[in-house]
């Protein structure tokens, strides 16, 4: 959590650690104002002993994604918080009117609501986009609402917290961002309520540019599995074409075309002598239909090593889309497509001395050889990758000034 992760920590009056949650018993959807304010209810500025929360319900099992846990666990400190301020007396909340506290405090449980619908809902192996973009923005709007109402002095014990959270994510000349660190370099009591706003203001902006940073993520995971989707189809239908007829894609080398009596043709699974016969005759004869799909095997396994021993430089990724995961999906058709062209190129002379292939084994070496090659291509994949995760939280340039 960003800058929430802070406020049960500050040095002003802290919350019972033990303080009970209230039932989010809401429809999803419902306006802030159908919300039930604690403080309503109870009596807004009562003491703290007059004031009772409904019990708080058991939370489901544990959900399949850590992203879903990291926003529950969000929520039910935020609804913390928005209980501890309604016990608050009311001097410590006389910056902000009743009507104006209790407005506040049912838009948080609403922004709370909407976040946990979106936590909790679906049980999709890969996070959906949307729904991780919806609990982020409703847990910080939560937040933005929640600094609205606390006292200025929990602002002022907060204010490292969330001069961290706006560094990590604000370019350095940023004007927000600027105005914090001003206020960050010169520790005052007498904060104001301008102060309040131009903080507000700022984490705000900063926990947009970290959504927009997860967006980027989602959208390069996209394209990348989107491509990897491309190529295994497209791998199946060599396979397929090679399978149906063997003939169109054969992969078979005359090593001896000048010895007559001991020239052979070899094929990935067999080989024949040609006793001076047609050699499309004899590559009819040899060749199998498993020969193009066990060099795309061969060439899928190669580069599933290598593509292994690559992934040793993509450092792991906090988003909840797996990039590394993504990466190493792209690398097996990729390596089963470059290990048949390998050869093809090879069959057809492109590469002067490499056409005189002489028996089967040599011929699985070099779609070993042009299955691991692929990391020639994707390589580049790699290196854009761990740009794109090296640029979330990590805002060290100035983009009016370059990187």
């Not at 006389?94 to 049980?123: F, P, T, Y």
């Not at 206020?183 to 203001?201: K, S």
């Not at 040793?312 to 089963?336: D, N, Q």
Request: glycine residues 8%; contains cysteine; neutral net charge.
């Amino acid at each position: 959590m960003e800058p929430s992760t802070e406020h049960a920590r500050g040095d002003q009056e802290p919350g019972p650690a033990h303080e009970e949650h209230p039932e989010p018993a809401r429809r999803v959807g419902a306006h802030p104002a159908d919300a039930p304010t604690v403080g309503a209810a109870d009596g807004a500025g009562d003491a703290p002993s007059g004031n009772r929360e409904s019990p708080p319900q058991p939370l489901p099992g544990v959900t399949a994604r850590a992203w879903q846990e990291e926003s529950l666990a969000r929520a039910a400190e935020i609804l913390t918080l928005a209980n501890w301020l309604n016990r608050l007396p009311p001097e410590k909340r006389e910056h902000i009117g009743v009507g104006a506290d209790q407005a506040l405090d049912a838009a948080i449980r609403w922004h709370v609501a909407e976040a946990q619908c979106a936590a909790r809902d679906g049980k999709r192996i890969r996070p959906s986009g949307a729904r991780v973009a919806r609990a982020a923005a409703h847990l910080d709007a939560a937040e933005a609402d929640l600094l609205r109402r606390v006292p200025l002095e929990f602002v002022r014990g907060q204010l490292p917290s969330l001069h961290a959270h706006i560094r990590r994510h604000l370019p350095r000349d940023d004007p927000r961002r600027l105005r914090v660190e001003k206020l960050a370099r010169d520790p005052r009591d007498d904060l104001a309520e301008v102060h309040r706003e131009n903080l507000i203001a700022a984490v705000r902006a900063a926990s947009s540019a970290a959504e927009r940073e997860q967006q980027r993520v989602r959208s390069f995971c996209t394209i990348v599995y989107g491509a990897a989707a491309g190529l295994t189809a497209l791998a199946s239908a060599v396979a397929l074409v090679a399978a149906v007829d063997p003939r169109a894609l054969a992969l078979c080398f005359q090593p001896q075309p000048g010895a007559e009596e001991n020239a052979r043709l070899v094929c990935p699974t067999g080989q024949d002598l040609l006793r001076g016969r047609d050699v499309d005759v004899v590559i009819g004869e040899t060749v199998r239909s498993l020969d193009v799909p066990l060099v795309m095997f061969i060439g899928m396994v190669a580069a599933g090593v290598t593509g292994s021993i690559a992934l040793r430089h993509i450092r792991g990724t906090a988003t909840p889309f797996g990039v590394p995961v993504a990466l190493a999906v792209l690398k097996l058709p990729t390596g089963a497509l470059s290990a048949v062209l390998g050869l093809l190129l090879m069959r057809g002379g492109f590469v002067p001395g490499l056409t005189a292939l002489d028996t089967t084994p040599q011929i699985i070496g070099w779609a070993v050889l042009f299955g691991a090659s692929q990391q020639l291509l994707t390589g580049l994949v790699d290196r854009q990758a761990q740009q794109v995760l090296d640029s979330v939280g990590n805002k060290t340039y100035t983009p009016s000034g370059g990187s």
